[in-house]
């Protein structure tokens, strides 16, 4: 069956250093990745989306990696803020109908002063 | 900006009620999608709807059901609320399934059935 794993269900830095988050799945063929942030008891809300031909997004301080060889995804959030604590979720997506959006458990960042 | 609404941010229950969870969204998107979340669970699908009168079962769809006579809007049925559905629930609509569009959530509602 489809997993998806973050590593960490929780990481701890630094204000002001880089946090990376990572996503990796099995059994699943995406057509694209996307990375949602949610915030205690409020629905996720959309960052970033990235597809199976490319490699790197980025978007200000965020910035996304795909590697379908490694079945894998890496985001990152350089100079990172308090406000930047918050649960980060990976989400799969295919073009076919039938096979939907599948959500990663979550890693939940805390960025310390 | 999309707006997804739901009925109530809070909702307690007796087992055995029928709890209707409603979810309106007003930016003409097809797509519309139920979730629960529970801790260490993540998300999980329960059902969703590609267009008017049409629905598919997700992960986890025992128990529930669901109704989308009108586009904008997409209800979450419990016929007999039971205490393993107390849960986060979670709505989403997206504009349609052939672009990677993203999804739009609603805020939850957080039902719990004693």
């Known amino acids: 069956s489809q997993k998806i794993e973050q590593n960490s269900e929780a990481l701890n830095i630094q204000e002001g250093k880089t946090a990376t988050l990572t996503c990796n799945y099995t059994?699943?063929?995406?057509?694209?990745l996307q990375w949602y942030r949610q915030d205690p008891g409020r629905g996720p809300v959309f960052l970033l989306l990235i597809r199976e031909n490319e490699k790197e997004k980025r978007k200000e301080r965020l910035k996304v990696t795909f590697d379908t060889t490694l079945k894998q995804s890496l985001f990152h959030i350089t100079a990172s803020q308090p406000a930047d604590s918050a649960t980060y979720l990976c989400?799969?997506?295919?073009?076919?109908?039938?096979?939907?959006?599948?959500f990663g458990p979550g890693t939940r960042l805390s960025v310390l002063p | 900006d999309v707006k997804v609404t739901q009925s109530s941010r809070y909702l307690v229950k007796r087992t055995g009620e029928k709890v209707f969870l409603e979810c309106v969204q007003d930016m003409d998107h097809e797509n519309m999608f139920w979730y629960r979340q529970d801790p260490g669970l993540g998300l999980r699908l329960i059902y969703f709807s590609y267009d008017v009168k049409m629905k598919e079962k997700g992960d986890i769809p025992e128990g529930y059901s669901v109704s989308r006579e009108k586009k904008e809007r997409f209800s979450l049925i419990l016929e007999s609320a039971s205490t393993n559905q107390t849960s986060m629930y979670l709505c989403a609509s997206r504009l349609q399934v052939k672009d990677p569009y993203e999804q739009y959530f609603g805020p939850g509602t957080r039902l719990t059935v004693t």
């Open positions: 059994n699943y063929s995406p057509a694209y």
């Open positions: 989400a799969l997506d295919s073009y076919n109908y039938g096979q939907n959006f599948v």
